[in-house]
């Protein structure tokens, strides 16, 4: 059959369809996430600046440890959709309750590790004396919803797999209008402060999770699924995320890494690289999107048994990775002029933005794809690999990267480490899997 027979034709546009209409709503709901700590910091700046700094520490160490657990979200996208794609909805939906009650287990275990510690990890974190007192009263108040947070992760992951990425966007533009109102409310209108602050993000998130209970618990119900905690399929969910856990960390170690390096160039190249990182966030949150599509998409294909159709759909999805890149790497080179002075009049910092936002302009194109083969190979559920190419890339990227100052580099050598040998070595072990096939393993269980 020719490449472009009709057959051939209307497949692709089928491909494209699902992409889409999985890929778009997944961006919306990625990119209302962070405005969580954007609502806080515009409500806490006005408090003064010991608590805006107070609120940085601790909204930096309650990220760091809920992103350690994505694999909440991703492992139980691909569980869910293997069965899915099986025709066994009552066993995926078994399967994403496990998921959620794992995230319950992980969040009460996170809960009583943090509310002990918290004076001591806001130290450790380097928050000064004044901000130190207003730090441990958000961390240690926010920390009781981190349970909540876990629980919207896996119950992500379940809507996900069961080809709904809708339903995460209303639930995130909920929670961020929630958290905003429930934030001026509490700070300014019962005069709490920063601990306001804290109350109204632990409700919205409360909020968000019970939303998602309640919609995957009706579906539960609906179908005969038990909803009673199954040990034996939590440590199947656990078996499942701990691969992506050691890629989780070892992608963190490599960001670490090269914040840490270009901390000790000076002040203007780690403002620079800040402001190169939040750029870098926002991007991956669009190729991320597509990633998801990929992660749904895949296992559903191979839960159904069709090797020929997720092959098909992970060679149309690299196109798409490749195009987003091209177009987000354009976007970043014009607007380059526009985007500094939203977060700097430095100029010693801007000369050093200049050169560094050109280089992740021009390797976005591999950025996509990096980002769509990694979605696909997770949707088949190849976690062992994913943590094992991580590992690898870790070894190549550090040090290289440690290297840079003491060969005489600078920032934008630093950011050919992170954006050009890290995604490079990260390209070539994904394709090398890719290509091989062996990634396609079918059926409603991984074996």
Same mark, same amino acid.
């Given at each position: 059959?020719?490449?472009?027979?009709?057959?051939?034709?209307?497949?692709?546009?089928?491909?494209?369809?699902?992409?889409?209409?999985?890929?778009?709503?997944?961006?919306?709901?990625?990119?209302?996430?962070?405005?969580?700590?954007?609502?806080?910091?515009?409500?806490?700046?006005?408090?003064?600046?010991?608590? !805006?700094? =107070? *609120?940085? $520490? #601790? %909204?930096? +160490?309650?990220?760091?440890?809920?992103?350690?657990?994505? @694999?909440? /979200?991703?492992?139980?996208?691909?569980?869910?959709?293997?069965?899915?794609?099986?025709?066994?909805?009552?066993?995926?939906?078994?399967?994403?309750?496990?998921?959620?009650?794992?995230?319950?287990? !992980?969040? =009460? *275990?996170? $809960? #009583? %590790?943090? +509310?002990?510690?918290?004076?001591?990890?806001?130290?450790? @974190?380097? /928050?000064?004396?004044?901000?130190?007192?207003?730090?441990?009263?958000?961390?240690?108040?926010?920390?009781?919803?981190?349970?909540?947070?876990?629980?919207?992760?896996?119950?992500?992951?379940?809507?996900?797999?069961?080809?709904?990425?809708?339903?995460? +966007?209303?639930?995130?533009?909920?929670?961020?209008?929630?958290?905003? /109102?429930?934030?001026?409310?509490?700070?300014?209108?019962?005069?709490?402060?920063?601990?306001?602050?804290?109350?109204?993000?632990?409700?919205?998130?409360?909020?968000?999770?019970?939303?998602?209970?309640?919609?995957?618990?009706?579906?539960?119900?609906?179908?005969?699924?038990?909803?009673?905690?199954?040990?034996?399929?939590?440590?199947?969910?656990?078996?499942?995320?701990?691969?992506?856990?050691?890629?989780?960390?070892?992608?963190?170690?490599?960001?670490?890494?090269?914040?840490?390096?270009?901390?000790?160039?000076?002040?203007?190249?780690?403002?620079?690289?800040?402001?190169?990182?939040?750029?870098?966030?926002?991007?991956?949150?669009?190729?991320?999107?597509?990633?998801?599509?990929?992660?749904?998409?895949?296992?559903?294909?191979?839960?159904?048994?069709?090797?020929?159709?997720?092959?098909?759909?992970?060679?149309?999805?690299?196109?798409?990775?490749?195009?987003?890149?091209?177009?987000?790497?354009?976007?970043?080179?014009?607007?380059?002029?526009?985007?500094?002075?939203?977060?700097?009049?430095?100029?010693?910092?801007?000369?050093?933005?200049?050169?560094?936002?050109?280089?992740?302009?021009?390797?976005?194109?591999?950025?996509?794809?990096?980002?769509?083969?990694?979605?696909?190979?997770?949707?088949?559920?190849?976690?062992?690999?994913?943590?094992?190419?991580?590992?690898?890339?870790?070894?190549?990227?550090?040090?290289?990267?440690?290297?840079?100052?003491?060969?005489?580099?600078?920032?934008?050598?630093?950011?050919?480490?992170?954006?050009?040998?890290?995604?490079?070595?990260?390209?070539?072990?994904?394709?090398?899997?890719?290509?091989?096939?062996?990634?396609?393993?079918?059926?409603?269980?991984?074996?």
């Amino acid at each position: 059959m020719s490449p472009a027979s009709p057959t051939t034709r209307a497949a692709v546009r089928r491909h494209d369809r699902e992409i889409i209409a999985l890929a778009l709503p997944a961006f919306g709901a990625l990119v209302a996430e962070p405005l969580f700590v954007m609502a806080d910091s515009a409500i806490v700046g006005h408090l003064g600046t010991p608590q !805006l700094a =107070g *609120l940085g $520490v #601790a %909204a930096a +160490l309650l990220q760091t440890g809920v992103n350690i657990f994505v @694999f909440l /979200a991703y492992a139980t996208t691909a569980a869910v959709a293997r069965r899915l794609g099986a025709d066994d909805l009552p066993a995926a939906l078994r399967q994403g309750l496990d998921g959620i009650w794992l995230a319950l287990l !992980l969040g =009460g *275990l996170v $809960v #009583a %590790a943090v +509310l002990p510690t918290a004076p001591w990890l806001v130290d450790a @974190f380097g /928050a000064s004396p004044t901000a130190a007192p207003p730090g441990t009263t958000y961390l240690r108040i926010s920390a009781l919803g981190i349970p909540a947070m876990l629980v919207v992760l896996a119950a992500t992951g379940v809507l996900r797999g069961l080809q709904d990425t809708r339903t995460p +966007l209303y639930v995130a533009v909920g929670g961020f209008s929630a958290n905003a /109102a429930l934030n001026a409310l509490l700070v300014y209108g019962a005069g709490l402060g920063i601990a306001g602050s804290a109350w109204g993000t632990v409700l919205a998130q409360w909020g968000m999770a019970a939303v998602y209970l309640t919609v995957v618990v009706r579906a539960a119900l609906r179908h005969r699924a038990s909803l009673r905690p199954d040990l034996a399929g939590i440590r199947a969910s656990g078996r499942a995320g701990a691969p992506l856990l050691i890629r989780t960390l070892s992608l963190r170690a490599v960001l670490l890494i090269a914040t840490v390096v270009a901390a000790r160039m000076g002040d203007a190249d780690i403002a620079a690289h800040q402001i190169t990182l939040t750029l870098w966030s926002l991007l991956a949150f669009a190729l991320d999107a597509i990633a998801i599509a990929g992660q749904a998409i895949i296992g559903r294909y191979l839960g159904a048994s069709d090797v020929e159709g997720a092959t098909a759909a992970c060679r149309r999805m690299v196109l798409w990775g490749v195009v987003s890149g091209v177009v987000l790497g354009a976007l970043v080179a014009l607007v380059r002029p526009l985007f500094m002075p939203l977060f700097t009049t430095d100029q010693g910092v801007i000369d050093q933005l200049t050169p560094v936002l050109l280089v992740v302009a021009v390797t976005q194109p591999i950025a996509g794809v990096v980002f769509v083969l990694d979605g696909v190979l997770m949707g088949a559920g190849d976690g062992p690999y994913l943590a094992g190419a991580m590992l690898v890339t870790l070894a190549v990227f550090a040090p290289v990267a440690l290297a840079v100052p003491a060969l005489g580099g600078g920032l934008t050598s630093l950011w050919w480490t992170v954006a050009g040998l890290m995604m490079a070595t990260r390209l070539v072990t994904l394709a090398l899997r890719a290509r091989s096939g062996r990634w396609a393993v079918t059926g409603a269980v991984r074996a």
